[in-house]
T-cell receptor, first 115, second 107 residues
Framework: GAVVSQHPSWVICKSGTSVKIECRSLDFQATTMFWYRQFPKQSLMLMATSNEGSKATYEQGVEKDKFLINHASLTLSTLTVTSAHPEDSSFYIC???????????FGQGTRLTVV | RKEVEQDPGPFNVPEGATVAFNCTYSNSASQSFFWYRQDCRKEPKLLMSVYSSGNEDGRFTAQLNRASQYISLLIRDSKLSDSATYLCVVKRYDMRFGAGTRLTVKP
């Protein structure tokens, strides 16, 4: 099956720094990727839709200037958490699919801890 | 109202029990439906797709009722390894997740 690789799998950073998370589709081209965030004991919440070659579409309540998304190629989307604060500590996960009616494939997730 | 609603549980059942999870969705334009399983601190993994005709995969049976906008998952003869959070997922353009139902199967 299709594989999505996410890196890093975990990161600890100081408050005020920025963290970049990469999401790659390894064996297929993904014009669209999705970024989710999951707080402990809660469900995955869609943050934004990453579109190759154009601006990302953000969900209501998600700050686009804080969570920068770049989808420069058909196999790579990046999420940068700028000026991270402890409340940004969460599990961030990306997904991509090969078609409208097919399952989505998930990256392994990135556990971000801001201290 | 949430777009995808699930009973959060938790469900604590003995081995061998049959357990059923329910899910409703609000957007009638939803195109495809899935059940995913998520283990603690891991990414979700596809358990099965859900079709109007119903589908079965071993001990797992999924049903979709488009008229009622209702999805179900039945697990028979539950195993210890079935302990996880089960996510109801609805897809149009993007995927929307239910809050998940936590299942613990005990010896």
């Amino acid at each position: 099956g299709a594989v999505v690789s996410q890196h890093p799998s975990w990161v600890i950073c100081k408050s005020g720094t920025s963290v970049k998370i990469e999401c790659r589709s390894l064996d297929f081209q993904a014009t669209t990727m999705f970024w989710y965030r999951q707080f402990p004991k809660q469900s995955l919440m869609l943050m934004a839709t990453s579109n190759e070659g154009s601006k990302a579409t953000y969900e209501q309540g998600v700050e686009k200037d804080k969570f920068l998304i770049n989808h420069a190629s058909l196999t790579l989307s990046t999420l940068t958490v700028t000026s991270a604060h402890p409340e940004d500590s969460s599990f961030y996960i990306c997904s991509a699919g090969t078609g409208a009616n097919t399952e989505a494939f998930f990256g392994q997730g990135t556990r971000l801890t801001v201290v | 109202r949430k777009e995808v609603e699930q009973d959060p549980g938790p469900f604590n059942v003995p081995e061998g029990a049959t357990v059923a999870f329910n899910c409703t969705y609000s957007n009638s334009a939803s195109q495809s439906f899935f059940w995913y399983r998520q283990d603690c601190r891991k990414e979700p993994k596809l358990l099965m797709s859900v079709y109007s005709s119903g589908n079965e995969d071993g001990r797992f049976t999924a049903q979709l009722n488009r008229a009622s906008q209702y999805i179900s998952l039945l697990i028979r003869d539950s195993k210890l390894s079935d302990s996880a959070t089960y996510l109801c997922v609805v897809k149009r353009y993007d995927m929307r997740f239910g809050a998940g139902t936590r299942l613990t199967v005990k010896p």
